[in-house]
T-cell receptor, first 112, second 113 residues
Framework: KAGVTQTPRYLIKTRGQQVTLSCSPISGHRSVSWYQQTPGQGLQFLFEYFSETQRNKGNFPGRFSGRQFSNSRSEMNVSTLELGDSALYLC???????????FGSGTQLSVL | QKEVEQNSGPLSVPEGAIASLNCTYSDRGSQSFFWYRQYSGKSPELIMSIYSNGDKEDGRFTAQLNKASQYVSLLIRDSQPSDSATYLCVVRETTDSWGKLQFGAGTQVVVTP
């Protein structure tokens, strides 16, 4: 069974641009969550989706948004990028909410 | 104050000894608790989950939960160099599966031969 797939693996953007990250969950998993990881702040929860509906949202500005499609694939969008958005963005899937999370390898975003 | 607090370490442990990791949380209604291990440059992976007060053992790992004290811990017995990693304490808030996940900053464990 394929694991969680995140694309792209690396991304370089400039301030003010927007970016879209993609996450394909493990087949059969219906819950997808997103996280930002930085050396200073650790791993922080962004949002969580289940059956195409956002169920939870972390304490991030509205520039961070996401969605989940009917096939459970999810995308995360960050608009008007800031230098502080440089981070590793991790996606995780689980069969149902509250169950074991399986993480993807992440997308390393650098904002110049 | 962060919702989930962990000592950042590094926690240096001789090979074969017991590593003891501690975690406190602020949301008294939290019901689900997890320990994830993250090797450098890798993604986190689940080691243990615990939902009831007391101890839960799985191989060399034991999770301990005390909801009254809002405290959860992880013991690693017979520590091996392969246990060197960052351990993340994760708490799901509220009493159902819809609550937010809160992550601790992680405790770095270094097992020395």
């Amino acid at each position: 069974k394929a694991g969680v797939t995140q694309t792209p693996r690396y991304l370089i953007k400039t301030r003010g641009q927007q970016v879209t990250l993609s996450c394909s969950p493990i087949s059969g998993h219906r819950s997808v969550s997103w996280y930002q990881q930085t050396p200073g702040q650790g791993l922080q929860f962004l949002f969580e989706y289940f059956s195409e509906t956002q169920r939870n949202k972390g304490n991030f500005p509205g520039r961070f948004s996401g969605r989940q499609f009917s096939n459970s694939r999810s995308e995360m969008n960050v608009s008007t990028l800031e230098l502080g958005d440089s981070a590793l963005y991790l996606c995780a899937s689980s069969a149902r909410m509250g169950e074991k999370l399986f993480f993807g390898s992440g997308t390393q975003l650098s904002v110049l | 104050q962060k919702e989930v607090e962990q000592n950042s370490g590094p926690l240096s442990v001789p090979e074969g000894a017991i590593a003891s990791l501690n975690c406190t949380y602020s949301d008294r209604g939290s019901q689900s608790f997890f320990w994830y291990r993250q090797y450098s440059g890798k993604s986190p992976e689940l080691i243990m989950s615990i939902y009831s007060n007391g101890d839960k053992e799985d191989g060399r790992f034991t999770a301990q939960l005390n909801k009254a004290s809002q405290y959860v811990s992880l013991l690693i017995r017979d520590s091996q160099p392969s246990d060197s990693a960052t351990y993340l304490c994760v708490v799901r808030e509220t009493t159902d599966s819809w609550g937010k996940l809160q992550f601790g900053a992680g405790t770095q464990v270094v097992v020395t031969p």
